[in-house]
């Protein structure tokens, strides 16, 4: 007679991608256990319904979003994650101007460059190697900016005993350096800081930036995105976002691109 919540965090995928899994039918059977099954955006629900439909005998109410099995319902829900508001942090953050000389400062960078900034785990799904290769299109077709953008990601190394991880790392590493040595800029295009930031020095960093690239390839929400924005005391600064987060269906006056796409990211950039 217990109540149970599950939450998914992760996007759900379609029926035909999700037909692949051997074990289709056992997990949708175990999360139909749920009194309540969310998920991030009411598409990810409807895609979980359609897999209900083709893996599983039982009935499907879409008015009301249930499922019902051997007499028991399960509700589907969205619930759209987000973050702490106002963000403590904030608090202890100086303000926009004080944060972006913080920053050229720590960097070596001149007064006048405009900064565009990321930060993520180093996850594969999060778009790092496409966003830097956006990057360089647009140095590539606009050559002016050379010496006037800098690309400032950061990326906590994570996972990292799973070959998958060791090996996007290495090659982020290698592409930057790569990318900068052939671009021949006074500073630098991309600065790749490999550790962990603390929450205030993210706020930081978003503060002092011009804009902020969230180029996920597959995201439930992303709440990177929502905290670029929270930190904008000043109502400044740009969200470049792929339309493959969550956070595109909330945040519409972004710039929605599609990352595997990089002359349209390096376009928004």
């Not at 972006?100 to 565009?116: K, N």
């Amino acid at each position: 007679r217990a109540t149970i919540a599950t939450f998914w965090h992760i996007p759900w995928p379609n029926a035909e991608t999700f037909g692949i899994c051997p074990w289709k039918e056992e997990i949708i059977q175990g999360l139909l256990g749920s009194t309540i099954v969310g998920f991030h955006t009411q598409f990810h629900c409807n895609n979980f319904m359609e897999c209900v439909d083709r893996f599983l005998e039982s009935k499907i109410d879409r008015e009301i979003q249930a499922v019902s099995q051997s007499g028991r319902q399960s509700l589907i829900r969205p619930y759209p994650i987000s973050i702490e508001w106002p963000p403590k942090v904030l608090g202890r953050v100086p303000d926009s101007r004080a944060c972006r000389s913080e920053v050229l400062r720590q960097f070596g960078l001149p007064d006048d460059v405009r900064l565009v900034v990321g930060v993520e785990r180093f996850d594969y799904t999060k778009g790092i190697i496409d966003r830097m290769r956006a990057i360089e299109a647009l140095l590539d077709r606009a050559p002016a900016w050379k010496d006037r953008l800098v690309f400032i990601q950061v990326a906590a190394p994570t996972r990292s005993k799973l070959d998958s991880y060791a090996r996007l790392q290495t090659e982020a590493e290698q592409l930057a350096r790569d990318i900068n040595a052939r671009q021949r800029c006074r500073h630098g295009p991309i600065k790749l800081v490999v550790r962990h930031y603390e929450q205030e020095e993210v706020f930081g960093l978003f503060r002092a930036a011009d804009a902020c690239i969230v180029s996920s390839l597959h995201d439930g929400m992303n709440l990177v995105a929502k905290e670029f924005v929270a930190a904008r005391e000043d109502n400044r600064g740009v969200l470049v976002l792929s339309s493959f987060t969550g956070a595109s269906r909330e945040m519409q006056e972004a710039l929605i691109v599609n990352p595997y796409d990089t002359e349209a990211l390096a376009s928004a950039i």
